[in-house]
C-alpha cells in the first residue's frame, strides 16, 4: 500500500460525517432501556432517544464497543442510573467519546440514583462478597414512584439543553405526571393481596420492589451478588424453607432462569420471571405495561 | 526493594485509601489498581528465541523457564478537573534478578474539546493498531502476536501528543495523529530533539445484527532511528528510516448482545515494515557495517470463544516473512540473521485456554506450536498463567 493510497483511504472514510452535519432533533442518551422510555414521555418526538442497553443485557456487563462511541459522541443528554452500575463502561465512553456535553456536574449528565434513597448501601467493601455496590443496590427501575422524581429532574433538565421546547417538556411532564400517579394508585390497590408475602429473590434485584408492595424476601439463591449459584448454596436455602416458608421466587427475564427452576421443582413453588425492564417480556414496551405485566406475573403466582 | 516490598507498600497504600472505605464515585481519590501475573514456562527448544529475518526489539525475549513472577503493574487514574483526565501504568519488572521501574505510560487526556477533538499528551500506547493498545494484562493470550513482537517489541509506546477527532456520525468514524520523541521502538536513538516519529490512523466501527460489533483500522507509523538497539544482546544498531502499515479487524458477539455465558470474538491484523538504512553490528567492539533494505509482512488471526461462564477456549495462527538486502551480511554475527532468511517463513500456532472466577481474577493455560526461529526449528511451548486485579473495577474496553 502507498503512502498516497493510504492517505486517500482516511479521505474516503472522512466523506460519510461531511454529509451528515445537518442539526437533528436533541439527542439522549440512556444507558438503561427504562430511562429510554422515560424520555420518551417527556419528550415525544422531540427527541432522537439511545438506549446502551437492552433488557436481555445485564447493564453491568457491557463493552464500551464502538456504536456506544459514536452514540455518546452525539448526544447532547445523558440519563444512567448511576451507583456504579455502568461502571465497567461509562467512564471509558467518557474519555473515548470526546462530547463536552456530557460531563459530571453540566446539565447534559443525569444518573438517577443521585435523586433517591439508596438501599442496601454496604458497610463494608469487600470483593469477597460478589459484585458488590459502594453506593447501594442500583436496581432503582422496580419501584415505580422513583421515576416521578426522575421525569420532574429529567423535563428540567432538557429544557436547559434545549430551552426552545421547555414549553413541550413541561407539559409532556404534568400529563405523565397525573397518569402515572393515577396507574400507581390503581397498582397499589391490585397488589395489596401481595403485602406481607415472603418471597424468595434469585439476585439482590428486587429490594425497591419489595419496599414498594411490602413483600419479604427470606432468601437469596445467589450466595453472592452477580455470581451464579452453587450447588451447596441451593440446598442450604432449600433447607431453610422448611422453617421460612416462601409463595415464590422471582427472577429477571435477562437472567439465568436455571437455579430459579431447579428450586422451584424441589420446592414446590412457582419460579415468576418479571420484565424488570421495558422489553423484558411481551407487552412491556412501555413504563406502564412494565408495572402492569410485573404485578400480573406477581398476582398470577399468588393466588 | 525487591517485588513483594513494593507489592506490601501498594497494597498498603490500597488499605489506607478512602477508595475502598467510601463510594468511590463520591470520593476525589484516584482509582488505584495493582496488577499481577504469576507464570510457569516450558520450551522444548533450547536455543535463544530468535526469529528469522528480524533482530528483535528490546523486552521481547520469552518469559523465563520453570515458575517465575511476571510483571507488576501499578495503576492510578482519575479525572483531574473538568478539562483533564490523568493515567499513569508503572511496571515493577524483574530484570537479570534486579527490579526494575518503569513508567510505562502517564499521560493526560482531555474531556472537554469542542467539536469532537480530543488530545493526549504524555507517555502513551499508540493507536496505531488494536493490539496495540491493549495492556498486557488484557491480552487473550499469555503472549503479543509475533507481527507485534517482531515488529513493533510488542508494542510502540513513545513520549508525544496525540490529537483524534470524531465524526458526528451514528457509525463510529475516528481519524487521529500523533507526533512523538522517536524512542520507542521502532524508533530509537539517543539525544536528539525535534519529532523523529508520527503516526496517522483511523477506525471505523459499529454494530451488525443481532448482538455483533465490529471494528476496522488502518495505522501508520513513520519512524527515524538513530543506533536504535536491536537483538539478543542489543549488539545491532540501526540508523535510517523505518515505516510500518498496519490494517486491522475485530468481530465480537455475544447472543443478543449478552456476552455473560456464551461470546465470541475474532481479531486479524496484517503489519508491514519497510526499512532503509545502515546496521552495525559490535558485540565486542568487532564493528560490521551493512546497508540495508528491509521487508517484513506478517498477520495474525485469533478467535475466542467462552462457551460457558467464566471459561474461554482460543485458537490463534501467526505468520511473518521477510526480504532483506544486506551487503555485507557478515557469517556469525547478526547481520547474516537478518539476511539469511530468503525463503523461511516463521510461524506459530496457539491454543489457549482460560478460566476466570471473577473480573478480577484470571487462569490461563496455553501450548504454543512454535516454527519461528532461524531454520524452522520447532519449539512446544507450554505456558501457564495466573493474573490478579487488586482495587478498582476495570474498564470494559471493546
Redesign the interface.
Known amino acids: 500500500?502507498s503512502?498516497s493510497m493510504?492517505l486517500g483511504?482516511?479521505l474516503l472514510?472522512?466523506l460519510?460525517?461531511a454529509m451528515?452535519?445537518a442539526q437533528a432533533a436533541t439527542r439522549v442518551f440512556a444507558c438503561e432501556p427504562e430511562w429510554a422510555a422515560l424520555a420518551g414521555e417527556i419528550g415525544g418526538d422531540a427527541l432522537e432517544i439511545y438506549s446502551a442497553?437492552?433488557a436481555?443485557?445485564?447493564p453491568h456487563?457491557?463493552?464500551?464497543?464502538?456504536?456506544l462511541?459514536?452514540?455518546y459522541?452525539?448526544a447532547d443528554l445523558l440519563i444512567c442510573t448511576?451507583?456504579?452500575l455502568e461502571?465497567?463502561?461509562l467512564?471509558?465512553l467518557?474519555?473515548?467519546?470526546?462530547?463536552?456535553r456530557l460531563?459530571p456536574?453540566k446539565p447534559g449528565w443525569l444518573e438517577v440514583s443521585s435523586l433517591i434513597e439508596m438501599l442496601e448501601v454496604p458497610q463494608s467493601?469487600d470483593?469477597a462478597g460478589?459484585d458488590v455496590h459502594?453506593?447501594g443496590n442500583p436496581h432503582i427501575q422496580t419501584d415505580p414512584r422513583h421515576f416521578l422524581v426522575a421525569a420532574q429532574e429529567l423535563a428540567a433538565r432538557l429544557a436547559q439543553v434545549d430551552p426552545a421546547q421547555a414549553d413541550l417538556y413541561r407539559e409532556r411532564l404534568e400529563d405523565f405526571q397525573r397518569r402515572w400517579h393515577a396507574a400507581i394508585t390503581q397498582w397499589q390497590t391490585r397488589a395489596a393481596p401481595l403485602r406481607g408475602l415472603p418471597v424468595i429473590s434469585a439476585h439482590r434485584g428486587f429490594p425497591y420492589l419489595y419496599r414498594w408492595l411490602g413483600l419479604e424476601r427470606v432468601a437469596t439463591l445467589e450466595a453472592r451478588p452477580g455470581?451464579?449459584p452453587s450447588a451447596g448454596h441451593l440446598q442450604t436455602v432449600l433447607e431453610g424453607l422448611k422453617s421460612r416458608p416462601a409463595h415464590m421466587i422471582l427472577y429477571a427475564a435477562?437472567q439465568?432462569a436455571r437455579p430459579a427452576q431447579w428450586m422451584a421443582e424441589h420446592a414446590g413453588i412457582p419460579a415468576v420471571k418479571l420484565p424488570y425492564t421495558v422489553g423484558g417480556m411481551a407487552g412491556t414496551d412501555d413504563l406502564f405495561g412494565l408495572f402492569e405485566v410485573t404485578l400480573d406475573q406477581l398476582l398470577a403466582a399468588a393466588s | 526493594m525487591n517485588h513483594f516490598a513494593y507489592v506490601a507498600l501498594a497494597g498498603a497504600l490500597m488499605a489506607s485509601s478512602p477508595l475502598l472505605a467510601a463510594p468511590a464515585t463520591k470520593s476525589f481519590n484516584p482509582k488505584i489498581s495493582l496488577i499481577m501475573s504469576a507464570q510457569y514456562a516450558d520450551y522444548s527448544a533450547g536455543s535463544e528465541a530468535e526469529v528469522a529475518g528480524v533482530a528483535l526489539g528490546p523486552e521481547t525475549e520469552l518469559k523465563p523457564e520453570g515458575m517465575a513472577l511476571g510483571e507488576a503493574e501499578l495503576v492510578l487514574e482519575a479525572n483531574i478537573d473538568q478539562h483533564f483526565h490523568g493515567w499513569s501504568t508503572i511496571a515493577l519488572e524483574n530484570e537479570d534478578g534486579e527490579t526494575v521501574v518503569a513508567v510505562e505510560e502517564a499521560y493526560i487526556d482531555t474531556l472537554a474539546m469542542p467539536a469532537g477533538l480530543a488530545l493526549k499528551f504524555g507517555r502513551f500506547l499508540s493507536d496505531i493498531g488494536y493490539h496495540n493498545r491493549q495492556h498486557a494484562h488484557a491480552w487473550d493470550f499469555v503472549d503479543a502476536p509475533l507481527a507485534y513482537r517482531s515488529l513493533l517489541a510488542n508494542r510502540y509506546a513513545d513520549d508525544g501528543l496525540q490529537v483524534r477527532w470524531l465524526a458526528p456520525t451514528p457509525v463510529l468514524l475516528e481519524l487521529g495523529a500523533e507526533v512523538m520523541r522517536g524512542d520507542g521502538f521502532p524508533a530509537g536513538g539517543e539525544a536528539r530533539s525535534g519529532i523523529k516519529a508520527w503516526t496517522a490512523f483511523a477506525h471505523l466501527g459499529g454494530d451488525v445484527g443481532n448482538g455483533g460489533a465490529w471494528r476496522l483500522g488502518l495505522g501508520y507509523l513513520d519512524a527515524d532511528a538513530l543506533d536504535r538497539r536491536s537483538g539478543e544482546e542489543q549488539e545491532l544498531g540501526f540508523s535510517g528510516s523505518s515505516t510500518l502499515r498496519l490494517l486491522d479487524a475485530v468481530y465480537k458477539w455475544a447472543p443478543a448482545g449478552d456476552a455473560r455465558e456464551r461470546n465470541f470474538s475474532f481479531q486479524a491484523g496484517y503489519l508491514q515494515r519497510r526499512e532503509s538504512g545502515e546496521l552495525s553490528d559490535d558485540p565486542d567492539g568487532a564493528d560490521q557495517r551493512s546497508n540495508y533494505t528491509g521487508s517484513q509482512d506478517a498477520y495474525y488471526l485469533q478467535a475466542v470463544y467462552q462457551f460457558m461462564r467464566g471459561w474461554r477456549l482460543g485458537l490463534r495462527y501467526d505468520r511473518l516473512s521477510t526480504d532483506n538486502q544486506l551487503d555485507n551480511p557478515a557469517p556469525d554475527t547478526t547481520l547474516a540473521t537478518v539476511a539469511n532468511a530468503a525463503g523461511e517463513t516463521p510461524r506459530r500456532s496457539s491454543l489457549m485456554l482460560d478460566y476466570s472466577p471473577s473480573e478480577f481474577s484470571r487462569l490461563r493455560l496455553q501450548y504454543n506450536r512454535d516454527a519461528s526461529r532461524p531454520g524452522g526449528e520447532k519449539d512446544d511451548q507450554l505456558l501457564l498463567q495466573a493474573s490478579f486485579s487488586l482495587g478498582a473495577h476495570p474498564a470494559h474496553q471493546f
Open positions: 500500500m503512502r493510504f483511504a482516511l472514510l472522512a460519510p460525517s451528515s452535519n442497553t437492552t436481555l443485557q445485564d456487563r457491557i463493552q464500551a464497543r464502538p456504536s462511541i459514536a452514540a459522541r452525539r448511576g451507583a456504579e461502571i465497567g463502561w467512564p471509558a467518557q474519555r473515548k467519546g470526546n462530547n463536552p460531563q456536574g467493601l470483593r460478589g459502594p453506593a455470581i451464579p435477562y439465568n
